[in-house]
């Protein structure tokens, strides 16, 4: 496997660039400049290329055949899951730098085919296993609290202050209605929804479809993206309703297996406002951007025909005196 950087503020793709990324793991997370890796054993070894900053070695995430719900075809089930590691860690996210509070943070996973959501806070040695799933597509860190989402459109939120005992972990508690949301054009059940906060601080929930209702006419391409701003009431952050919007300003949003990010694209020269830079993290090759606007998607840069089905994408947001060329850079990955 080969590594290389692409640099958004520079349009140019780094190829000799050596990355103290393991060539055989998928990276399962990007956050705060910290790459998150999975092991056999479902360990997770947090890494930052961008800094000289020793790496992080969390304990294992217990597995569905260690849990109460699972009795029986254990050994079968864990075979299984050794051969597919890589991918029962879906997505991993920080709460802060690691290098810049070191006493400070929190590592929040999402993990299993079930989704379930589990937390370690710094200096911890066991994960919190929040009790209520709701299939969780993402996870994202605001007003000081856990916010997931799952693919039916709950959200649900999980106070992480409320328990320092893992044996007494905190409930996710949903926010939204506990049915399906509802659109004119789309599934009620997304590909996939993700949490991001905008660059002034609201909360986005992002909900995107492979493909339209059956029926109805695909003038608007195999990929679409439909954004909710959430609204709370601003003084106790209780949840009032969400808002379908068709723009998001001069803000890009960057999903996919990275912690999910917006950036203002008036920092950054290359980078196309009211737009959603995406990677493929449901089927393996193309990243792209979708355009809010006009609704279209199109190809982010050039790709080798013969390469583009064995790549993998995350998007690394970086302090800038760190980064290779200031600002946001993309990771990519080819399987030899």
Known sequence: MKQMVYSLSEGETYTNVQLPVPYDRRCCGSSHGWLATAHENFAITLLNPFRKAAAI????????????????????????LKKRYDYYV?????????????????????YDYCCRLAFIKAGQRDWTYVEKTYMFSDAIFHRNEIYAVGLGGIIASVDVNSSNDPSRPPKAIPLTRLRPMEHPLFP???DKAYLVESTNGDLLHVRRFLKRKEGLDQKLGVINFVVYKVLFIDNDGTFVR??????IGDDALFLGDNHSISVSASNFPRCQPNSIYFTNDIMKGGMGIFNLADKTATQHYPLNPSESAQMEYIAVLVPSEDCISPGLV???????
Do not use: M, W
Not at 242 to 247: M, W
Not at 330 to 336: A, Y
């Open 330 to 336: 993309e990771l990519k990955r080819i399987r030899n």
């Open 242 to 247: 969400q808002d379908l919007i068709d723009s």
């Open 90 to 110: 879906c997505k991993v996210i920080l709460s802060a730098d690691p290098s810049l509070n070191p006493h400070n943070y929190v590592v929040v996973a999402t």
């Open 188 to 190: 009620y059940k997304a």
């Open 57 to 80: 070695h969390l304990p294992p995430l217990t597995t569905p055949h260690n849990l109460r719900d699972y009795q029986f075809g254990l050994q079968k089930f864990q075979d299984q």
